[in-house]
C-alpha cells in the first residue's frame, strides 16, 4: 500500500469477487496459502478510541514489524524537520471496514518547503480471508518533488501466510534511462543498489515476481528487488530467518541510498521545462496509481464509501 | 547480435580472458556447459570464395534455423520494397577470426524512403569455446525512424549448448511509458504481447533471464520475454520441442504484431520536439549498444583489427 497501493503488486481483476467477503479472489501470480496467519502482536496500544497506532503494526510478523520500526526511525532521524507532521485526519489514519475483517493505517508527512520531498506515505493493511489465512501490505514510499529529478522510493512487504511473501525495495526512476544514461550511471550503476539485488536473488526460496500489471512493471528500476519469497518447502522459520538475516539488511541499505543521494543529496539546478517535465511524470505517476489501486482494490476491501472518503482526502493533499 | 550485439545478454566483464582462445569467459548469469554444441548442417552452400550465405544459418540448431527462415521470409514477403538491398561490403557480410573458431555473418537492410523502418539487421555468430561447447547467436532486429514511434523489435537466440538457450523476444518501447500511458496501452496492453510472454513464461524448464547489464534490462519492455531455458534435466529433444511447439508460434505472434502495428501501422503526425527527442533517443540507443557490446565481445571474439573493420563500416551506415 505504498502511495495508497501505488505499488500494490497484484491488481485484482474486476471480475473477482470482493475479497475479505465471500471468496477467494482470483489474483494472477500471486499464490493464497489456506494457513491462517497469527497475529504477531495483540492490541496493546491502542488509543482512546480503541484505534492502534501506526507504528505497532499489529499485524504485521515479528521480523518485519521490527524492521518498519528501524526504517521508519533510520527516516525521521535523518530528515527530522524536513518532514512536517503528519495532517491526515483520524478517519484516514486508521479505517477499518463494517465486519472488522480489514484494518488499515496511513502515515502521510509532506516534506518542508526547503526539502526535495512531496511527501512521505507509510502504511499498513491488514485483511482477512475467507480460507482463514489473511493478507498483510506494510509499506514505505517517498514521493520527490520537482526541485530535483532523483529518484522515488518503494519498500513494501506482502504477507499472505507465514511462508510467503512478496518483497519489493525499489528507488523507481524520474526519467527515461535510455534518454538519459547520466542518470542511469548516477544512481544506478554507481551505487550499490545492484548488490543489494544480487544479494537477495541469491536466496534459494526467491524468484522473480512479475506483477501482472504492465504500469507497475514499468515503474520499476533496473536494480529493482520485486521477488517472490516461498519458504512452505523449508518449514520451521525460515521466512523469518531471511528477513532478519537478509532482507533487513537490503532494505536499510536501499534506504541509505536513498537517503544520501536523493533525499539530503546535491542540490540540482532543474531547468523550467525540465521541472514542467518532471511535474508532469509525477503527476501521472500518482493519478495512474490511485486508479490502478484504490480504484479496484480499496472499495472490495473497505466498501465504497470508505473508499470513497480515503480517495477524496488523499486526492486533496496529492 | 542484434544492432551488432547490442542485446547481447551478457556484457563481458573487461577482465575476461578472450573467450575463443585460451579460457571459459567468466559470464555473470549465464552458464557455459561442457558439451559439444553439434553443427546443425554442413557448409552445404558456401558461395565460390568458401564463405557460407547468411541465410544458410550453418551452425544454428535445426529448429532455429528453420525459424529465422520463417521469421525472414515473412518480413520480405509482408514489407518487400520497404527495404533496401543489403549494401554491405562482402567482408563485414561475413567474417572470421584468423584461428577459424569464430564466424559471424550481418545482413543489413535500410528502410526505404517511405517506410518508417530506419533498417533491419539480422545476423549469426558461431564461437567455438575452449572446452568443446560453442556458442551460438542468432537475431533479427529492427529500428525505426522517427517518422514514427512506434517500438523497435528485437529477435534473439542464444544458444550455448543443445540443452541451454537464451532467449528474446521484445518490442522495446522508444517512449517513457510513465510518462506516455497511452503509449503503454497502445502497443503493450492492447496487444498480445503479454499472452505470448505468459505462454513461454509457463514453460518449466524456463526462467526469467537478468542480464547483468543495466542498461540493456533498461531497454526492454514491460512485455518482453527474456528468459533462459535449460532443458540439461529433462533428456533428449526437449529443448528443439520447446522451440517448435512454443517459441516458434510466439516469435511470429511477436514479429506479426510489429509488422502490422509498427512496421506497416498507420502513419503518425510526429512533431517537430518529439522528432527530435525520438532521433536524440534513437541515436543513444544506437551508440550505447555499440559502447557496451562490440566495444568489448567483438575484439576478443575476432581480434582488435577485424572488430574496428566492422565497426567502422556500421558506424558509418547507422
Known amino acids: 500500500m505504498a502511495l495508497i497501493f501505488s505499488h500494490f503488486p497484484f491488481s485484482l481483476p474486476s471480475k473477482a469477487s470482493p475479497f475479505c467477503q465471500t471468496s477467494l479472489p482470483s489474483l494472477p501470480n500471486f499464490r493464497f496459502p489456506t494457513s491462517t496467519l497469527t497475529r504477531s502482536s495483540v492490541r496493546s496500544s491502542m488509543d482512546s478510541d480503541g484505534r492502534p497506532g501506526f507504528k505497532d503494526f499489529p499485524y504485521a510478523s515479528p521480523p518485519i514489524k521490527d524492521l518498519m520500526i528501524d526504517l521508519i526511525s533510520t527516516v525521521e532521524n535523518r530528515l527530522d524537520s524536513l518532514l512536517l507532521p503528519c495532517t491526515l485526519p483520524q478517519d484516514v489514519q486508521y479505517f477499518e471496514n463494517q465486519s ?137 522459520d525460515r521466512l523469518e530467518q531471511i528477513l532478519r538475516d537478509d532482507v533487513s539488511n537490503a532494505a536499510q541499505e536501499v534506504l541509505n541510498t536513498w537517503l544520501s543521494l536523493c533525499a539530503l543529496g546535491e542540490k540540482q539546478d532543474i531547468g523550467d521545462d525540465e521541472k514542467a517535465c518532471l511535474k508532469k511524470r509525477d503527476s501521472l505517476y500518482k493519478s495512474k496509481s490511485i486508479e490502478t489501486d484504490i480504484g479496484s482494490s480499496l472499495p472490495r476491501m473497505f466498501g465504497q464509501e470508505k473508499a470513497d472518503r480515503v480517495l477524496e482526502v488523499l486526492q486533496a493533499i496529492l
Chains 1, 2 share one sequence.
Open 100 to 236: 472488522g475483517t480489514a484494518h488499515a493505517s496511513l502515515l502521510l508527512r509532506s516534506g518542508a518547503p526547503s526539502s526535495s520531498i512531496d511527501f512521505m506515505l507509510s502504511s499498513w493493511l491488514h485483511c482477512e480471508l475467507p480460507t482463514g489465512a489473511a493478507l498483510n501490505i506494510t509499506s514505505l514510499s517517498s514521493y520527490m518533488n520537482s526541485s530535483t529529478d532523483a529518484p522515488h522510493l518503494v519498500i513494501e512487504f506482502i504477507q499472505s501466510s507465514p511462508t510467503s511473501l512478496v518483497l519489493i525495495l525499489d528507488l523507481p526512476p524520474r526519467k527515461d534511462l535510455i534518454l538519459h544514461p547520466e542518470y542511469l550511471k548516477t544512481f544506478y550503476e554507481d551505487t550499490q543498489l545492484e548488490k543489494q539485488r544480487q544479494v537477495l536473488d541469491k536466496i534459494s526460496e526467491a524468484q522473480l515476481y512479475v506483477s501482472p500489471s504492465l504500469y507497475i512493471r514499468s515503474v520499476f528500476s533496473p536494480t529493482a528487488v520485486v521477488l517472490r519469497v516461498d519458504t512452505s518447502s523449508s518449514g520451521g
